[in-house]
C-alpha cells in the first residue's frame, strides 16, 4: 500500500450524489415501482422480452426481467450522464492518477492494450513495457511447456505451483479452472494462498520436487502469507533435492519488482517478471500475474484472452449506454441496492468451468466498492457494494435457491450461460439451458395462489406453494467458453465495478481496510510465538484468547 497522499488531487467536479436530480427522481420513481409486478410489466408490452437486450463484444444481455419501465431506464441513463461517467472513464482510460488516495493511475486496461497504442503516464508510453513483459513470459512459458527448461536434476517440469494470496490466487485459478479446457494436460497445477499450513502440504503431497517449479507472486516481495509460504516452499525443496542453495534459480520463478529481495531469495532476475504501482491486486489477472494461466494454457490462448479484454474495453468506452452492457449492469445492480435495499447479487455460471468465477468476482466487487466515504472525504449516505455470492447452476439449485425464490429478500441474479458445451454429452447442454431460462422465469413470474389451486392443491398448502415471483434476473448468453469469452466476461465487471463506483463517488482502487488486521496480526504474531509470556495491551477478549491459545498450543 503506498504512503499516504499529502494533498488532495484535483477531480472531476460533480455534485453530491443526494443532489442530483437524477437521484431525486429515482427515489421517487421507486415508490412508484414498488407495488409494480413483472407480470404486468410483459402483459403491458408484448416486445419487452426482445426489446430489452444489448449486445456488445460478442455477449448478449437479456435485462427485461428487471423491475424497470422504459422511464426508469431513461432516469438510470440521466444518473450516469449526471456523475459525469464519460469524463470519468476518458479519465481512466488517459492514465490519470483517478486513486486518489494513493496518487497512481488505474490502467488494467493497458496490459490488454493492442501493440501501436499509446497510453502515456508521467510522460511515459507504458504500452511497449507491457508489451515486453508478456514477450518475456511467453518465451519461458515455451521453455517450460516444450521441456527446454530443466529442473536440478535435468529433468522437465511437470508441476506448477503459484504462490500468491488475493489478487494474485483469485485470478490464476479461476483463469486455470476456466480454461482447464485448453490446458497442457501434462502440467499439474496447484495453487496455494493461506497460510494455513495444510494448504501447502496439500499442494505437495504427491509432487515431485524434482519437476515441481513454484511461481512467487508478490509485487513486493514481503507480503506476509505469501512469502511466508515462499519459504515453506523452499525449505521443502532443498530437502528434498540435497540442500543444493543452487536449486532455488532451477525451481522457482518471481512475479514481482523488488530485484533486491527477489535475489535474496535465491531466485534469478532474469526470471523475474514485473507489474506497475498502476495495477491493483484484483484487476492483475493479465498481467505478469497471470503467468500460471499462460503456462496452462499457452502464449497464443493467453494473447486471445487479451483481446477479449481489449474487446469490451472498447465497447465499454464507445458504446451508447443504453446499449452498454457494463453499464446496464452497474445502473440495474444501483436501483436495487440503494432502491430497493437489495444486500446481494448473485452471480449464476451454468457452465462447470466458471466454478471459481463467483470468487473471483467477490474480491472484484467487493474490495473495490466497500467504501464508507466518498472521494472526497464525507460520510456515505447510501448503500454501497452489495454482497457478491454465487455457486455454478444447477448446483445451486438444490441448495440457497430457495432463499432467492421464496425467502423474504430481494436477490437480484445474473445468469451466465453458453450457446455450445466444451464437452458436449448427449442431452446435457439442453437440460442446463433449459435450467437457465426456466430459472429466470419462475423468478420473474413466480406462481400465484389461483394457479396452485388450479392443479388440485390442498387450500391449506396453498400458501405454501404459492411462488411470489417478481424478482429480477439478467441472462448473459456467449457463444461458448473460449479465452476470448473469459477476458470479455471479466472486463465486464471491471467496467461494472468502475460505473458503479463512479456515481457512488467513491475510489474503487484503494483497499484500506484490509490493512488494519494485517498491522495487528503483525503485533499478535510474536505474543503467540515468543517462549516468555508476553505483556498483553489489548482487550480482554483478545488478551484472553491470546492466553488461552498459548495454554493449548
Sequence with gaps: ?????????????????ASLAAWKQLKSHAKEMAGVHLRDLFADDPQRGERLTAEGAGLFLDYSKNRVKDETLRILLALAEESKLREHTEAMFSGEKINITEKRAVLHVALRAPKG?????????????????????????????????????????KNVVNIGIGGSDLGPVMAYEALKHYSKRDLTFRFVSNVDSTDFAEAVQDLDAEETLFIVSSKTFTTLETMTN??????????????HESAIAKHFVAVSTNAAEVTKFGIDTANMFGFWDWVGGRYSMDSAIGLSTMLAIGPENYRAMLGGFHEMDEHFRTAPYEKNLPVLLALLSIWYT????????????YEQYLKRFPAYLQQLTMESNGKHVTL?????????????????????????????HQGTRLIPCDFIAFDKSLNPLGRHHDMLIANVFAQAEALAFGKTAEQVK???TADWLVPHRVFEGNRPSNVILAEKLTPVVLGKLVALYEHCVFTQGVIWQINSFD???????????????PELENAAEPELHHD????????LYRQKK
Design 1 to 17: 500500500m503506498a504512503s499516504v497522499a499529502k494533498s488532495r488531487p484535483k477531480q472531476i467536479k460533480v455534485k453530491p450524489l
Design 117 to 157: 497504442q499509446s497510453i502515456v503516464v508521467d510522460g511515459e508510453d507504458v504500452v511497449p513495457k507491457v508489451h515486453e513483459v508478456l514477450d518475456r513470459m511467453a518465451a519461458f512459458c515455451d521453455r517450460v511447456r516444450s521441456g527446454e527448461w530443466k529442473g536440478f536434476t535435468d529433468k522437465p517440469i
Design 230 to 243: 515462499a519459504h515453506t516452499a523452499r525449505t521443502w525443496l532443498l530437502e528434498k533435492l540435497g540442500g
Design 338 to 349: 440503494d432502491f430497493f435495499d437489495a444486500q446481494t447479487i448473485a452471480i449464476l455460471p
Design 376 to 404: 472526497k472525504g464525507a460520510e456515505v449516505r447510501y448503500n454501497t457494494s452489495p454482497i457478491y455470492w454465487g455457486e455454478p447452476g444447477t448446483n445451486g439449485q438444490h441448495s440457497f435457491y430457495q432463499l432467492i
Design 454 to 456: 388450479a392443479e388440485g
Design 511 to 525: 483497499q484500506w481496510g484490509v490493512e488494519l488486521g494485517k498491522a495487528l496480526a503483525q503485533k499478535i504474531i
Design 540 to 547: 480482554s477478549s483478545t488478551n484472553h484468547l491470546i492466553r
